[in-house]
């Protein structure tokens, strides 16, 4: 299953997968690694999105392009693959 995002007037449109555990694994690596020392929020957002695009699971969006990316954008992608990741690992009702 795939999930796009996007916001006309942010200007955002990247695609989220459904992790594996290996990119699951990866994407939690990543995002403590990159977020090791960080001292703002704004970090902790874009850290968000590279540590997912990192894990491929996020699409459409460079690791070098987020810095330049408007800020609200970037915290607009980065709840929405927050609550993605937090999403996959729900346990369905039987």
């Not at 403590?32 to 957002?45: G, H, I, M, P």
């Not at 607009?76 to 609550?83: M, N, P, R």
Request: net charge negative; glycine share 4%; aromatic share 6%.
């Amino acid at each position: 299953m795939q999930q796009t995002i996007e916001h006309e007037k942010l200007g955002v449109k990247c695609a989220l997968a459904d992790p594996t555990q290996k990119q699951l694994e990866t994407y939690q690596e990543k995002l403590l690694e990159f977020t090791a020392n960080a001292k703002s929020a704004a970090v902790y957002n874009s850290s968000i999105i590279r540590a997912a695009i990192e894990a491929g699971v996020l699409t459409g969006i460079e690791p070098t392009s987020v810095g330049e990316m408007k800020p609200a954008a970037v915290k607009f992608v980065s709840v929405q693959v927050a609550v993605w990741m937090k999403e996959c690992q729900d346990i369905p009702s039987l």
